[in-house]
């Protein structure tokens, strides 16, 4: 009987690790979120309302999740609110909508800053001198668990949404990167041929945009900031995938496809087509002057 005993009671001792997590993450997502939290959804994802209901209904539930496995820490004397809290996970769920996802498994904490922070680099100077620097920054995204964020940035990617710029999308993109072993521009495509379709697109743009960044073109409707490494580039693209995605559709057409079938959501669904520009009509040149430019 005691032996009996002692084996049920080792394997409860085995299976708790197992099957307790289960059980509160179950508990969790029998609780919905609160009408504040719906409310912050709505004031920091701008196009929260224009979604679908089940879509909305989604996200909501991965929230919850977000929430309850994800230890945020304020920093800098930061004391993390409710409402930031909501604002990145629903931030951080928007990028993995109808994907089969372990909700950012690896990672476990989220760093919070009240605005730009300094980090410590080494810069490798001319003749290999390394010299220890730090650089201003408003997020960062580690391979051992942690994002790092600028609460001031997070806020004014929501209130920006349309301008393509967002920390948040930026940094959790990084951790997506990351699921395939490493962060290099090609987070897990599932198939080789998915592999071979991304890269051929993406090493193209990837190079486009660097020779703009070198010439200077102000028109780039990626930031010149992608041009920086193909991991950059992946999540500088994902930044305008979902807040410029019409002015991406009709610039780079190729990659906008590939980012389509990455993210499994349209977000040009949830905005409206811009205003096409009319074109500026230059004052009319008199007969006897056509030719003044070539003259001289």
């Known amino acids: 009987m005691d032996a009996l005993l002692s084996m049920t009671l080792l394997a409860v001792v085995c299976a708790t690790p197992f099957w307790y997590p289960r059980w509160t993450l179950k508990r969790a997502l029998a ?94 100077g001319p003749g290999g001198i390394v010299t220890d620097v730090r650089q201003t920054m408003l997020g960062e995204s580690w391979t051992d668990g942690r994002v790092v964020l600028s609460w001031e940035d997070v806020a004014r990617g929501g209130r920006e949404w349309s301008s393509g710029h967002n920390v948040a999308l930026h940094e959790f993109a990084h951790q997506l990167d990351s699921e395939s072993g490493t962060t290099n521009g090609a987070p897990y495509l599932g198939s080789a041929d998915n592999y071979r379709s991304w890269s051929a697109v993406l090493s193209r743009d990837f190079a486009h945009l660097r020779h703009e960044a070198w010439a200077g073109n102000p028109d780039s409707v990626l930031d010149h900031y992608g041009a920086t490494s193909p991991a950059e580039f992946f999540a500088v693209a994902t930044e305008t995938f979902f807040g410029k995605p019409w002015q991406l559709r009709e610039r780079h057409p190729a990659l906008f496809d590939e980012l389509l079938k990455y993210y499994r959501v349209d977000p040009r669904d949830w905005q409206d087509a811009p205003v096409p520009e009319l074109p500026v009509e230059l004052p009319a040149v008199p007969a006897n002057r056509s030719f003044a430019w070539a003259n001289w």
């Open 31 to 124: 609780r919905p979120l609160s009408p504040a939290a719906l409310r912050t959804l709505a004031d920091y994802i701008p196009v929260y309302d224009r979604m679908e209901p089940a879509l909305q209904q989604q996200l909501q539930r991965l929230v919850v999740q977000f929430l309850h496995q994800k230890k945020f820490v304020g920093c800098a004397g930061l004391e993390v609110t409710d409402e930031m809290r909501v604002a990145i996970a629903g931030l951080a769920c928007m990028l993995i909508l109808n994907r089969p996802s372990k909700v950012y498994r690896p990672l476990h904490a989220i760093l919070v800053y009240p605005g730009a922070f300094a980090a410590p680099r080494l810069d490798v």
